[in-house]
């Protein structure tokens, strides 16, 4: 009797062991992106007011001095050329800018155009 408590604690054991030796998920890993871009949007928006709200509305998509940039993700299209909005289109067009806005690449730092990109994006 005393080698059949003796096995099944063994085999207890091996099980508890096999629990814990497995990888637990990478579920965190998604999570720390959100709130690095949620950071990067944050300081976005800090220098979208300093540098970007003289010409552009946040919370509109009415035009200010530029089109007002609410929504612009969801629009998916910029309202004065159509050209297709993505994080690429976002950062030439702050860093040459057009006819009607100055360029910003000797203004902003890249990682600061990334964090504008970020904000514009979650507007």
Not at 2 to 13: E, I, K, P, T
Not at 66 to 77: C, D, E, M, N, Y
Not at 81 to 95: A, F, P
Request: hydrophobic fraction near 40%.
């Amino acid at each position: 009797m005393n080698r059949n408590f003796m096995m099944l604690g063994m085999a207890a054991l091996a099980v508890a062991g096999a629990l814990l030796a497995q990888d637990a998920p990478p579920a965190k890993a998604p999570a720390k992106k959100a709130a690095s871009s949620g950071a990067a949007a944050a300081r976005g928006k800090e220098l979208f007011e300093k540098k970007c709200g003289i010409c552009h509305y946040a919370d509109s998509d009415a035009k200010k001095i530029g089109p007002g940039l609410k929504g612009i993700s969801k629009r998916g299209t910029f309202t004065v050329n159509n050209n297709k909005v993505t994080d690429e289109t976002l950062k030439t067009w702050i860093e040459n800018g057009d006819t009607q806005m100055p360029p910003f690449k000797d203004v902003l730092e890249p990682a600061e155009i990334k964090d504008v990109i970020a904000y514009v994006k979650a507007l």
